[in-house]
């Protein structure tokens, strides 16, 4: 993607979709800041591609491309529709080990619908495997069809783009907080550590959720030193989980343009600026995401 291009960053909640430009050779600052409400559920209708839902979003897009000039467009894909796991050297790096993982973990779906990426990990003798079924996202390709550049990015790639515009080298904790689930990933002196999304129907169930799954998987409770929640239910499960981050890092809500590093023509919103994290992230078009398909 072109860095002298206008990048939109599009992000979306429940029915909301929120969405930022960058401002081309002024970094850190944005042109635009905004978020649309609908009547139905984006991200299912992005999926689905629904006769009612659908066209309402991609006219949004369209008059946001028209308006702000954007060649370039990055959208977050949902964690819900992809499969995150770690796999030693001797799977990724030996071709038939590689490929009967893939078939296990996607079973029933044609190889050819599949798209792998691997990541690398701060711990050199494991990447990590990120899982897309083509199928799940023509939505997605349909809806940005018409920029001339399109890239999905995956949760826990918006703490690379954190990381790249924040020059930060510690270890943090990114906790992207939303209606149904929760994706946690870990970084750690520069890298991607690990990640996972927990399901939950209830944030009153996160407490004992988040010690389930932090039992077998030690990094979610290891030593870092600063937690960024963000996304549409940030508030409320920051609250709810902030007791069991408490041995850890410093919370951070990024509720502010301050907070996030940015600068902006308007200074006050009215939808929570924390829900926008992602899209804003995508906007400065850092180019941090890695990813090696095989």
């Known amino acids: 993607m072109g860095l002298d291009e206008s990048c939109l960053g599009i992000c979306y909640a ?31 209708s992005i999926i689905s591609g629904d006769e009612y839902g659908f066209p309402a979003l991609k006219t949004a897009l369209s008059n946001l491309k028209e308006f702000h000039d954007c060649k370039s467009v990055k959208i977050l894909a949902p964690a819900t529709e992809e499969c995150w796991t770690v796999v030693p050297r001797s799977v990724y790096e030996d071709a038939s080990e590689r490929e009967s993982h893939i078939s296990l ?26 899982l897309r079924n083509r199928a799940s996202m023509q939505g997605f390709n349909q ?7 399109s890239e999905y990015v995956s949760e826990f790639e918006v703490g690379a783009d954190w990381q790249a515009h924040s020059n930060t080298n510690g270890s943090f ?12 990933s870990s970084f750690l002196l520069g890298k991607l550590r690990a990640c996972t999304y927990l399901h939950y129907d209830n944030p009153s169930d996160l407490p004992y959720l988040w ?18 929640a963000f996304g549409h239910q940030s508030r409320i499960i920051s609250e709810i989980l902030t007791p069991y981050w408490d041995d850890s890092g410093t919370v951070h809500v990024m509720n502010t343009l301050q907070e996030m590093g940015v600068n902006a023509r308007e200074k006050t919103y009215g939808f929570p600026l924390e829900s926008a994290f992602p899209a804003i992230m995508m906007s400065l078009n850092l180019d941090s995401h890695a990813g090696q398909p095989a």
């Not at 904790?173 to 946690?184: A, K």
């Open 105 to 130: 973990l996607m079973h029933g779906t044609d190889r050819s619908d599949i798209e792998a990426t691997w990541q690398p990990l701060s711990n050199v003798d494991y990447k990590l495997l990120l």
């Open 143 to 149: 809806l940005l069809g018409s920029f001339s550049n």
């Open 211 to 228: 010690t389930l799954y932090s039992g077998n998987l030690t990094w979610m409770n290891g030593i870092h030193e600063k937690i960024y």
């Open 14 to 44: 429940d029915n909301y979709l929120f969405y930022s430009v960058n401002s081309p050779g002024q970094d850190g600052h944005l042109k635009h800041i905004g978020s649309f409400e609908f009547n139905f559920d984006v991200k299912n």
């Open 173 to 184: 904790l990114m906790v992207n907080c939303l209606s149904s689930y929760i994706s946690v």
